[in-house]
């Protein structure tokens, strides 16, 4: 069966601080692996994809498949990074459907 | 563009009551979802469709049934509502060329409360 986990609902970290958002996942195969952002009062919108290997806004994840993880790190957390946080994964082929993870609700403290 | 939009934004409806949740998107893209975002539960997807007529279930689809008769709308239906369909509603519209594969484009979310 296909799942997504994050294992926590809540991280607070200072300003500045490292941030590391965990997410592992269960899948028979190769998935495509997402994260997604929701910021306060705007649209859940995709953050990074691991195909891409990018960093946006400071963040970077690395499939691991031997310990099939996709965590989420920043090395120097802002404010403006204060959102909730979900993985996802979607099988490479067929309709693209996501699988979403529980989301975890990251807050920056000043 | 307009991107994707969902009506109505919020909703008040009495155990057995239906009602239609509409979601347009103006990206000319081929797949459609609708998913329900409950506390703790993250996203799940309830229907989705791949084109125009098409239609299929998701992981959560009781209570609900959805139409596609236009490339650009689908349309989620609660023919019955009961109070564990309070929920917020998202539709997401992704394309298939390889440019954006994978991207899904969210609506606003529809509040959906059921007493």
């Known amino acids: 069966a296909q799942r997504v986990t994050q294992p926590e609902k809540l991280l607070s970290v200072f300003k500045g601080a490292p941030v590391e958002l965990k997410c592992n996942y269960s899948?028979?195969?190769?998935?495509?692996l997402f994260w997604y952002v929701q910021y306060s009062r705007q649209r859940l919108q995709l953050l990074l994809r691991?195909?891409s290997r990018e960093s946006i806004k400071g963040f970077t994840a690395d499939l691991n498949k031997g310990e099939t993880s996709f965590h989420l790190k920043k090395p120097f957390a802002q404010e403006e990074d204060s959102a909730m946080y979900y993985c996802?994964?979607?099988?490479?082929?067929?309709?693209?459907?996501?699988?979403f993870g529980q989301g975890t609700r990251l807050t920056i403290n000043p | 563009n307009a991107g994707v939009t969902q009506t109505p934004k919020f909703r008040v409806l009495k155990t057995g009551q239906s009602m239609t949740l509409l979601c347009a998107q103006d990206?000319?893209?081929?797949?459609m979802y609708w998913y329900r975002q409950d506390p703790g539960m993250g996203l799940r997807l309830i229907h989705y469709?791949?084109?125009?007529?098409?239609?299929a279930k998701g992981e959560v689809p009781d209570g609900y049934n959805v139409s596609r008769l236009k490339k650009q709308n689908f349309l989620l239906g609660l023919e019955s509502a009961a109070p564990s369909q309070t929920s917020v509603y998202f539709c997401?519209?992704?394309?298939?060329?390889?440019?954006?594969?994978?991207?899904?484009?969210f609506g606003p979310g529809t509040r959906l409360t059921v007493t």
């Open positions: 997401a519209s992704s394309s298939l060329t390889s440019g954006s594969i994978y991207e899904q484009y």
């Open positions: 899948y028979s195969g190769s998935p495509e």
């Open positions: 691991h195909i």
């Open positions: 996802a994964l979607s099988s490479p082929q067929g309709a693209q459907k996501l699988v």
């Open positions: 990206m000319n893209h081929e797949y």
């Open positions: 469709s791949v084109g125009e007529g098409t239609t």
